[in-house]
């Protein structure tokens, strides 16, 4: 619940900061603007009184009648004139009508002066004619403040009340509506084990990013799936393997036991259980060291290696077991650095992986040529190894990586279907790439990408 | 001074094979820049004047593959090569190939004889036209036609073999 929580405490805090700050600005702006406008209202009065008062001229005649005419009456209106005679009758002013002696002295020096007792405002000039001057304070009561103020700041509070209930109440159901197609997708992939690893989250018709969440984690289960099944049909395929020389081995015995034999016959028996044990003994290693390297990454040491040197190595290695291969090397596409094909790589894990694609590529193409070319990327060391063989069949081509697993045309050619899934394992231990391409009856291509131990600026 | 040379190409690996008979027959003269350049016709629409962006355009059509086969090559002949450019030409007339030529301050063209044009995409123009009648010299180079399939055909490891 703490995201949800979350987003509704986010939503109902900024919704709150949103309706405060728009009521305050409403309010103060508003009354800033009401009490300017009454304090410039009282001005006038206070300028035409003090005109009419003290002006005995014929030119305040018209004053007067404008003022009987144009100011409507104001609530508690009231005037007042004094005469400066000097600065300490100031103090007695101000008690006089209550205001504070700041006000007084403000209209002396600034020549008005503002000030405000609760809902009575007051105005003060300094009026100087025929040479002397005269305070003339006028005042009156804002009825505005008294009474559109109040409601207004009412109407306010409540509006803001009533709108913070709608919006936690959108806030809630919001954050409901969102969160709960997560607690699905939590609720569903609870189930998914290694039993039920076929179950797939549903997809909704909106390509959101909910839907996004839920066909990644269904990609993931696919190829979770595909392992736990390449698993399964390793286990599977290896122990069927296994048996076969056991069957073989079992089989000859018993025959060989069945009745008296001569001693050829018997010699005969005990040399294929040799050479039978002797497969099922390759087959284990096989097996044990493509199960070690699956999972011992760090037994390996990785060391600085020359790739060019290393492949070199193989074919000589190689060319021991099986004089009758055949390889070029094709150096044309070679860079002029040699720093480019330095790479980070076990040695030994290396040569296997080599000697076994190389002595797949001769194999498989009756011992003809088989082309091996070097090449660097920015980042990474290309090595591809070109034969002129069988081929793998173009349905084959997604399985050739599954252990034991032989393609339909080697019937004639010995191999116990390790060699490649070995090779990947091993090129990917290297962070490397490995890719075959094939064409039946034309040959194979095997391009591995190795990463470079330094990968240089642009060159 | 470096000398600049132009092919064009259709984002294939295959296109890449006159740089490589170039520079394995140049002796060791000053390096060379090479342009790869692929004609394509954009549209007048406002759209495509102004959201045309070449890089992008580039990045689209060319694959890994080709990408790689590029490093390759600019690692291989890294002492003849300056530099290597893809560009686009937009162009649709003799006027704008000769501007073009001579901004890019092209020395030599160079064209693989009865070479297919392919499409990289349904915009994509010949530019073998302009080559003939540009003022640039142009040469020719042959090279045989190889009908042997290729298993590797499209991949990196294609640029070895070629």
């Not at chain 1, 005995?56 to 005679?85: A, C, G, V």
């Not at chain 1, 405000?116 to 005269?134: A, C, D, P, V």
């Not at chain 2, 001074?1 to 064009?8: A, H, R």
């Not at chain 2, 629409?45 to 060319?62: C, R, V």
């Amino acid at each position: 619940m703490k995201a949800q929580t979350k987003t509704v405490l986010i939503l109902v805090t900024s919704f709150i900061g949103i309706i405060l700050f728009f009521g305050i600005s409403i309010l103060w702006s508003v009354s800033n603007y009401t009490h300017d406008d009454f304090y410039k209202l009282l001005e006038i009065r206070a300028f035409t009184a003090a005109k009419i008062n003290f002006d005995t001229t014929n030119s305040s005649i018209p004053f007067k009648d404008l003022q009987e005419e144009f100011f409507s009456k104001l609530p508690d209106e009231q005037d007042y004139f004094f005469t400066i005679t000097d600065t300490n009758s100031f103090p007695l002013i101000a008690h006089k009508l209550q205001v504070p002696k700041q006000f007084i002295t403000q209209i002396y020096y600034n020549k008005k002066a503002e000030y405000k007792r609760k809902e009575l405002f007051f105005k003060g000039i300094l009026y100087q004619t025929q040479g002397k001057s005269h305070l003339v304070i006028a005042s009156a009561i804002n009825n505005f403040q008294v009474h559109y103020y109040d409601y207004l700041n009412k109407i306010l509070i409540n509006t803001a009340l009533l709108a913070l209930t709608f919006s936690l109440i959108t806030a809630f159901y919001l954050s409901k509506n969102f969160f709960k197609p997560l607690k699905t997708i939590t609720e569903k992939t609870k189930l998914i084990n290694s039993e039920s690893l076929h179950l797939r989250l549903p997809l909704k018709t909106e390509k959101d990013e909910l839907y996004e969440l839920s066909f990644t984690i269904n990609a993931m289960l696919d190829r979770i799936e595909t392992s736990f099944e390449t698993q399964n049909n390793f286990v599977s395929n290896a122990s069927h393997e296994l048996r076969t020389p056991l069957t073989a081995i079992i089989g000859e015995a018993d025959v060989a036991l069945s009745k008296l034999r001569t001693p050829e016959e018997y010699q005969q028996t005990l040399q294929i259980i040799t050479i039978e044990a002797e497969k099922l003994e390759n087959k284990i290693k096989a097996l044990l060291f493509l199960a070690q390297t699956g999972f011992n990454k760090n037994l390996q040491k990785f060391e600085s290696i020359r790739i060019d040197q290393l492949l070199y190595e193989v074919r000589d290695n190689l060319l021991r077991i099986h004089p009758e291969l055949k390889i070029r090397f094709n150096l044309d596409l070679m860079p002029e650095n040699p720093e480019k094909l330095q790479i980070k790589a076990s040695h030994q894990l290396l040569m296997l992986a080599f000697s076994n694609i190389l002595s797949n590529a001769g194999k498989y193409s009756n011992y003809s040529t088989v082309v091996v070319s070097l090449g660097a990327t920015e980042k990474h060391a290309v090595i591809v190894i070109k034969d002129a063989g069988i081929g793998i069949p173009k349905e084959e081509l997604k399985f050739i990586y599954d252990p034991f697993f032989r393609a339909s045309n080697t019937g004639s050619f010995e191999g116990y279907g390790i060699g490649l899934p070995l090779a990947q394992t091993i090129v990917r231990m290297h962070q490397g790439e490995i890719h075959v391409s094939s064409i039946e009856h034309v040959g194979t291509t095997v391009e591995l990408k190795i990463p470079i131990l330094k990968p240089l600026g642009r060159s | 001074m470096s000398k600049t040379i132009l092919f064009q190409t259709d984002f294939t690996l295959d296109s890449l094979r006159g740089i490589k008979k170039v520079l394995a027959g140049a002796a060791d003269s000053s390096p060379f820049t090479i342009i790869l350049v692929h004609g394509l016709r954009i549209d007048d629409s406002i759209n495509e004047l102004l959201f045309f962006n070449k890089a992008k355009k580039i990045e689209q059509l060319s694959d890994n593959a080709f990408k790689d086969a590029c490093k390759v090559l600019t690692n291989k002949y890294a002492s003849k090569i300056e530099s290597l450019e893809i560009d686009l030409f937009t162009g649709w007339n003799q006027n704008a190939f000769t501007n073009y030529i001579e901004a890019k301050a092209v020395d030599c063209i160079y064209v693989i004889q009865d070479e297919d044009f392919k499409a990289a995409c349904s915009q994509s123009f010949n530019l073998s036209s302009f080559f003939r009648k540009s003022a640039v010299p142009t040469k020719v180079l042959f090279e045989e036609e190889n009908s042997m399939l290729q298993p590797e055909k499209g991949k990196l490891a294609e640029i070895f073999i070629l």
